[in-house]
């Protein structure tokens, strides 16, 4: 028998608290990811004492943000990592929670593995000006990271990055997610800083069931009127090892949908 495949999961939980009541724990013990990227935990340290610290077997490491019930990510593991980074920018973006990378380095490889949580910029003008600020200082963060590791970034983006990446392109061609700017950022990265959108690689074609994101007007979820928000973004050696993926859409535990992938990797 050949070695198991290192099955890593990215979920928005649009809370964790929330999440929980809906059977997400569950479906974690079914699933056995070795790994889980989540964000918006939108919960506090003390929220978690005792009760989200280990899901399912798999141990947490968190970045909350300061504001109560806002944003946060976290990252879940069966792994010990050699060392845990919270946060990358040491300022506005780190009060908000979007950043933890854990690092698993061998003697074969420098490996991290980075849940993180892209500002939207629905809310309006000073929050679309946020997320913009935040993606002209995370591009630069990513080349750097590439220069000295592999890596995997887990997150939502909240960046439909083609047309093919949402249902209704015409009719977002002026809102936050879908905008020129954020577009042309998205294939800069993968570009310029080389890194690949791994689902992308193994799925180059689908549309209707690539979505991870529905918004809650409507009956959009019903109609599979949905966004692919949700990525895998790897360094190329580490994309060149994922087999399979896959979006559990049956699961409603957030208005997001797990993506797993599936690595040929050991750590």
Avoid at 135 to 144: I, M, N, W, Y
Avoid at 158 to 166: M, R, T, V
Avoid at 232 to 244: E, F, G, N, Q, Y
Wanted: proline share 3%.
């Amino acid at each position: 028998m050949g070695k198991s495949l290192f099955k890593l999961t990215s979920l928005n939980l649009n809370g964790i608290r929330s999440a929980a009541t809906k059977g997400v724990e569950a479906w974690l013990e079914k699933t056995a990811p070795d790994c889980i990227c989540v964000q918006e935990v939108k919960a506090q340290a003390a929220d978690v004492a005792g009760r989200f610290e280990v899901l399912a077997g798999m141990q947490g490491h968190f970045q909350f943000a300061e504001k109560k019930g806002y944003s946060g990510v976290a990252i879940y593991t069966r792994h010990t990592p050699s060392d845990v980074i919270v946060g990358w920018d040491g300022g506005e973006f780190d009060a908000e929670g979007r950043y933890v990378e854990l690092r698993f380095d061998t003697p074969k490889r420098k490996l991290s593995i980075i849940s993180s949580y892209f500002p939207s910029g629905s809310s309006g003008e000073e929050r679309q000006a946020a997320k913009f600020r935040f993606l002209a200082g995370f591009e630069p963060h990513l080349a750097a990271l590439k220069k000295k590791r592999e890596f995997v970034l887990c997150g939502d983006i909240n960046i439909a990055h083609q047309e093919k990446d949402l249902k209704n392109w015409k009719g977002n061609l002026k809102n936050s997610g879908f905008l020129p700017e954020e577009r042309a950022w998205m294939t800069s990265l993968l570009s310029d800083t080389g890194l690949v959108d791994v689902y992308r690689q193994l799925q180059p074609d689908t549309t209707d069931a690539c979505y991870t994101w529905w918004s809650n007007r409507g009956q959009a979820y019903a109609k599979n009127v949905g966004w692919r928000l949700d990525y895998h973004l790897a360094t190329p050696a580490i994309a060149a090892l994922a087999r399979s993926e896959h979006i559990d859409k049956g699961e409603k535990f957030s208005d997001h949908a797990p993506i797993t992938i599936d690595y040929d990797l050991s750590l």
